[in-house]
């Protein structure tokens, strides 16, 4: 079975504080995803990955920035936490062929920024 | 870029009855999914579905790329089944890899 784990379910940090959140795959996935969900908006892409060291920006990469420095962990890095950032982050991975690359989904990360 | 929706938005259902949701593109699509987000905000796999039809217990799915839409049929529905039901799909041109997703179908099931 994929198993695609985040480093915590729950966080709650205050606005200016540095945030990371982790990512860790364990299929040896080429891709690796990035999404923010509320309400109302769905999910949207914020960054993703295809390699290691490689990084494409989504369709919301304001404010983040990512690091993938290992195949299997994918880094989302908050530099300044602001209350508009208060989201479930949801992490993603997927094989690289395109004729097959489902995408399995980490068990979100609820993060409130006060 | 492509349009993903949703139909029903929402959907209310005694246990045992059946449903159809429905997911139609604007533009075709690659690797269409759907999935269901259980109540703690988990987005479960259920059908890797780019074309034709696929059976999981009461669960099935089809997919007809050519007229660009998809269906996932509930039999029998129980109580679990609550939750939203999202399909995505990656845009067939320009090789993005990158899924869209619909806004969802909130379904609830009552006992």
């Known amino acids: 079975d994929v198993k695609v784990t985040q480093s915590s379910r729950y966080l709650v940090k205050r606005t200016g504080e540095k945030v990371f959140l982790e990512c860790v795959q364990d299929?040896?996935?080429?891709?690796m995803f990035w999404y923010r969900q509320d309400p109302g908006l769905g999910l949207r892409l914020i960054y993703f990955?295809?390699?290691?060291?490689?990084?494409e920006k989504g369709d919301i990469p304001e404010g983040y920035s990512v690091s993938r420095e290992k195949k299997e962990r994918f880094s989302l890095i908050l530099e300044s936490a602001s209350t508009n950032q208060t989201s479930m982050y949801l992490c993603?991975?997927?094989?690289?062929?395109?004729?097959?690359?489902?995408?399995?989904f980490g068990p979100g990360t609820r993060l409130t920024v006060l | 870029g492509i349009q993903v929706e949703q139909s029903p938005p929402d959907l209310i259902l005694q246990e045992g009855a059946n449903s159809t949701l429905r997911c139609n593109f604007s533009?075709?699509?690659?690797?269409l999914q759907w999935f269901h987000q259980n109540p703690w905000g988990q987005l479960i796999n259920l059908f890797y579905?780019?074309?034709g039809t696929k059976q999981n217990g009461r669960l099935s799915a089809t997919t007809v790329a050519t007229e660009r839409y998809s269906l996932l049929y509930i039999s029998s529905s129980q109580t679990t089944d609550s939750g939203v039901y999202f399909c995505?799909?990656?845009?067939?041109?320009?090789?993005?890899?990158?899924?869209?997703f619909g806004k969802g179908t909130k379904l609830t099931v009552n006992p």
């Open positions: 993603a991975s997927s094989p690289r062929p395109s004729s097959y690359n489902e995408q399995f």
């Open positions: 299929m040896d996935h080429e891709n």
């Open positions: 990955s295809y390699d290691v060291k490689m990084k």
């Open positions: 533009d075709s699509v690659n690797n």
């Open positions: 579905i780019p074309s």
């Open positions: 995505a799909g990656e845009e067939a041109q320009g090789g993005s890899e990158k899924l869209v």
